[in-house]
């Protein structure tokens, strides 16, 4: 547990130090405490027992909370930490207040439906299964979160200010710059990527370069490999083509916020271009996903010009006659019985929980069936598992075969490649004193780590989970 210091200008690595979640950073000044992002842990079971311990700072002692975007391994442990005592403000640009206000508590409910769930197949090896926060939980951590602009410096505690900066990747995604007033009486300034998204996107605005930074911590995601070359459209054109002539079901694990919205944005393309049939079944098997659809379609000033004059033209592109939204539990288990071709939309992305798993289980064994993934799969999580050629999986207390055909295609990713983070990095006017790499396996950060180095000159540094920096 971090104690304060006085008159020290620090910064504490909680989470997201050699794993893609987790996300939680501490700036400490001049016994100010404000925490960037509040994640979960996700992936293995070594991390996911992480969310049950200590949060590694006294949530009494924090000043407040700024959020870079509404993901959950960026946000939710939230209601965690004012469970545990934590009542000052939480930051966060307007539309991840928007994609809070569902994802919360959807979040806390399907924690506690999980939790049900394993008591009463006997399977978790805790007697009896406990929800890690509730919906409930959830709700009242809802009313701290306040809205700020992105562009305007916010006062977020004395001496600290901090400006939203838009960063891609997902609806409302900041990178965020923190000013202090260091103990020499100057300021420091530290830029915190998030996750940072890919130029040329449909939906979103690019990333916006940094202006100037004393520390930037950013993230490594895909710090060790590119993207696919090919156009991610036709890419899904490809697989949606296959799906047809079989007759056969396009499953698609896909994040709630983000994914799932660009997917149904290519999807509708292809077929207002003649590519797919208009009246080939598109099911949106998510609640917080069906949700985050009309947020994505309502929050005009984030689209891109390509999103904004489709709109124009004929109302929101990510909607259309073909598209199905199944809202209820009833209506997803239908799903089970329909045959193709259709293609079926449906949260976790990487498998660790959601109405996906369901699914997997009825159509995992059948040879015809289509499981493609679009997201970052992280270490330890059943996509992973799956991706890397597994015959066989656990999926909910059962042993389900993989003879379904396995795709990916890595450039719907929402982060940004190698490449793409080295050139963002590298539009900054001044070089920082330090660049911490988080937010990606050692591999990749190892990788990234020596191309920095090579390329740009800048020293980089990879943070170890709880390690604690003085800064100059």
């Not at 200590?54 to 949530?59: K, L, R």
């Amino acid at each position: 547990m971090f104690r304060p210091r006085d008159a020290v200008a620090s910064l504490a690595f909680l989470g997201a130090a050699g794993t893609v979640t987790g996300s939680r950073y501490l700036v400490e000044t001049d016994g100010r405490r404000i925490l960037i992002d509040c994640g979960l842990f996700q992936g293995k079971s070594e991390l996911r027992q992480k969310n049950w311990g200590p949060p590694g700072v006294d949530p009494k002692s924090l000043d407040a909370i700024i959020l870079t975007h509404a993901h959950i391994d960026h946000t939710g442990y939230l209601p965690r930490l004012v469970k545990q005592g934590f009542g000052g403000p939480v930051f966060a640009s307007a539309p991840t207040k928007a994609l809070l206000d569902i994802m919360l508590p959807d979040a806390g409910r399907l924690q506690e439906e999980e939790a049900r769930f394993v008591n009463q197949a006997g399977y978790s090896r805790h007697n009896p299964a406990l929800a890690l926060f509730t919906e409930e939980d959830a709700r009242r951590t809802l009313p701290m979160v306040r809205r700020a602009p992105f562009g305007e410096a916010i006062e977020a505690a004395p001496g600290f200010s901090f400006t939203f900066h838009r960063v891609g990747h997902i609806l409302g995604a900041a990178f965020i710059l923190i000013e202090t007033k260091n103990p020499s009486g100057g300021k420091t300034r530290i830029v915190f990527s998030g996750d940072v998204g890919r130029k040329s996107i449909p939906i979103l605005k690019d990333p916006e370069p940094i202006a100037g930074a004393d520390y930037v911590l950013l993230e490594s995601t895909y710090g060790d490999r590119l993207h696919g070359a090919e156009d991610p459209k036709e890419a899904l054109a490809r697989v949606c083509e296959r799906i047809v002539q079989r007759k056969a079901i396009l499953l698609i694990p896909a994040f709630a916020v983000g994914r799932t919205q660009e997917v149904l944005y290519h999807l509708r393309a292809l077929q207002r271009e003649g590519r797919l049939s208009p009246k080939l079944p598109i099911y949106v098997d998510s609640p917080m996903a069906i949700s985050t659809v009309d947020l994505y379609c309502d929050f005009t000033p984030e689209h891109d010009f390509e999103m904004e004059e489709l709109r124009n033209l004929e109302g929101c592109p990510i909607e259309g006659p073909s598209v199905q939204f199944t809202r209820s539990s009833d209506d997803s288990k239908r799903l089970n019985q329909i045959r193709g071709p259709a293609v079926i939309l449906s949260a976790s992305g990487m498998l660790n929980g959601g109405r996906i798993l369901h699914h997997l289980i009825h159509r995992l064994p059948d040879p015809g069936t289509v499981l493609l993934f679009v997201g970052y799969q992280a270490e330890g999580t059943l996509g992973r598992s799956i991706l890397e050629g597994a015959k066989e999986v656990q999926v909910l207390g059962q042993t389900v075969r993989v003879a379904a055909e396995i795709e990916e295609i890595s450039a719907l990713s929402a982060h940004a490649d190698a490449k793409e983070l080295l050139e963002w990095l590298s539009e900054i006017p001044e070089k920082p004193r330090e660049v911490f790499l988080v937010h990606g396996e050692d591999k990749a950060r190892t990788v990234f780590q020596q191309s920095i180095k090579d390329k740009l000159g800048f020293a980089v540094s990879l943070p170890r989970q709880d390690e604690r920096r003085e800064l100059e």
